[in-house]
C-alpha cells in the first residue's frame, strides 16, 4: 500500500507540474485606459508582438459650452524604444493638433477613431465627426487620417508614393465612393447620398475636385486598408464636405514608386 501511495502522489505532483507550465503561458486580459487588449505571454517576459491601445484627448467646459473628445491609439512593444515613442507622439500629436490651443472655445466635436490598416510596418488611423460652435447655425464636417511608417516612426508621405502618373489614375473610374451610405450590392443607391452625388455629378465639378486634391497631396488626406487606397477628397463648392474615395491597388500598380520597397509590403496583405 505504502508503494501505491507514493506512486499516487508523484504522478499528482508531476500533472500539477505540468498544469502550471501551461498556466504560465496562458492568455491574459488587462485594461489599458479603459481599452480590453489581449496578449499571450509568459510571465516576466515581455510580449514579442505589437499591440494597440488607445488614450483620450478631452476638452470640456461647460460654461464655454465646449466639448471635444477624440480618441487616439498608442502601440506598445515595439523596439527600439525611442521608436516606440516617437510613433506614439506623433499618432497624439496628429490627431489632436488642430483642437489643442484657445480656439476650441464652444466647439462641440465628439470624433469616431478607426485603425484601417496596422502591421508591423505601419499604421493608418481615420478620424471622423462632426463640430459645430455653441451658437451656430451649422456645423462641418471633420475628416482626416494619420499614416506612420512603424520602421522609421516617420508620417508616411503620399508624394513619395507614387509617380506622376497618379495623376491620371484621378477619375470616377479608378477611385470608387467608399463613404458613409455606400449602397450595398444589388441595393439602389439613394438620390440623396454622396455616392449618387459623386457618380452623377458634372464632369467638371469632379474634374476640379481631383485637380485641388493632386495638388495639395496634404498627408492627412488618405489612408490604407487590407485591399485599397483611400483618398479624402473635398467637395469644391458649397458647405464643406469630404468624399472617402477608395483605389484597388491592382488599378495603381503602374503609378507605384517602387524605389523604397514600401509598396512590397503592403501587396503582401491585399
Not at 42 to 71: A, C, M, W
Not at 95 to 110: R, T
Amino acid at each position: 500500500m505504502k508503494t501505491k501511495h507514493w506512486f499516487l502522489v508523484v504522478m499528482l505532483a508531476l500533472i500539477f507540474s505540468g498544469c502550471s507550465g501551461n498556466m504560465q503561458k496562458n492568455n491574459f486580459t488587462e485594461k489599458i485606459d479603459g481599452k480590453t487588449v489581449q496578449g499571450r505571454h509568459s510571465p516576466g517576459k515581455e510580449l514579442q508582438k505589437e499591440e494597440i491601445y488607445f488614450k483620450r484627448f478631452s476638452v470640456k467646459n461647460i460654461e464655454k459650452h465646449t466639448d471635444i473628445l477624440i480618441e487616439y491609439p498608442q502601440i506598445k512593444n515595439r523596439k527600439p524604444l525611442e521608436i516606440e515613442m516617437r510613433i506614439n507622439k506623433l499618432l497624439k500629436e496628429k490627431a489632436i493638433s488642430n483642437y489643442g490651443n484657445e480656439d476650441v472655445d464652444g466647439l462641440n466635436l465628439p470624433m469616431k477613431t478607426k485603425v484601417e490598416f496596422f502591421n508591423s510596418n505601419m499604421i493608418s488611423v481615420k478620424y471622423t465627426g462632426y463640430g459645430y460652435y455653441y451658437g451656430a447655425i451649422n456645423g462641418n464636417d471633420v475628416l482626416y487620417a494619420t499614416n506612420i511608417n512603424l520602421k522609421t516612426g516617420e508620417i508616411i508621405d503620399i508624394r513619395k508614393l507614387f509617380t506622376d502618373r497618379f495623376q491620371e489614375k484621378l477619375n470616377r473610374n479608378v477611385f470608387k465612393f467608399n463613404g458613409p451610405g455606400k449602397a450595398g450590392v444589388g441595393e439602389s443607391i439613394d438620390p440623396n447620398s454622396q455616392e449618387y452625388g459623386y457618380i452623377n455629378a458634372d464632369d467638371s465639378i469632379i474634374s476640379e475636385m481631383f485637380t485641388n486634391y493632386n495638388s495639395n497631396k496634404d498627408i492627412d488626406t488618405y489612408y490604407f486598408s487590407e485591399k485599397s487606397f483611400n483618398i479624402i477628397a473635398e467637395t469644391p463648392s458649397g458647405p464643406t464636405a469630404y468624399l472617402e474615395l477608395a483605389a484597388s491597388y491592382d488599378d495603381l500598380k503602374d503609378c507605384m514608386n517602387n524605389d523604397n520597397g514600401f509598396w512590397d509590403e503592403i501587396l503582401k496583405f491585399k
